[in-house]
């Protein structure tokens, strides 16, 4: 298990989180603030690829990279199901498991 947390203080101060797995090569990123760049950056030094791209919160004070970097990753993008958006996210509610939705892909 690989776990980095990046804290960042532009534009505000947050905490971004990378993690995954480094025997398979996959990981998810949390809460991303920084540019997408930063984030594929970071998995491809750890010989990751990034699967899921995850906001845990979505508010005006919460400046997200998540759906830029989620298909700047070729990843899913996922919200809470209780999320109203105008884009387009996949759904999860509490309790879902990340095995159970890649196996329903």
């Known amino acids: ?6 804290l960042h203080t532009s534009p505000a101060i947050a905490a971004s989180y990378l993690f995954g797995c480094g025997s398979k090569g996959v990981g998810v990123v949390v809460d991303p603030v ?3 760049q930063f984030y ?3 998995a491809s030094e750890l010989g990751m690829q990034i699967r899921y791209v995850i906001d845990t919160h979505v508010h005006a ?11 700047g990753a070729g ?10 958006a105008a884009f387009s996210f996949d759904r999860v509610d509490d309790g879902d ?8 892909s």
């Open 1 to 6: 298990m690989i776990l980095r947390q990046t």
């Open 34 to 36: 920084a540019e997408a």
């Open 40 to 42: 594929l950056d970071s």
């Open 61 to 71: 004070d919460h400046v997200s990279t998540g759906r830029e970097l989620a298909d």
């Open 75 to 84: 990843a899913a993008y996922l919200l809470h199901e209780s999320v109203d």
């Open 97 to 104: 498991r990340l095995e159970s939705l890649v196996a329903a």
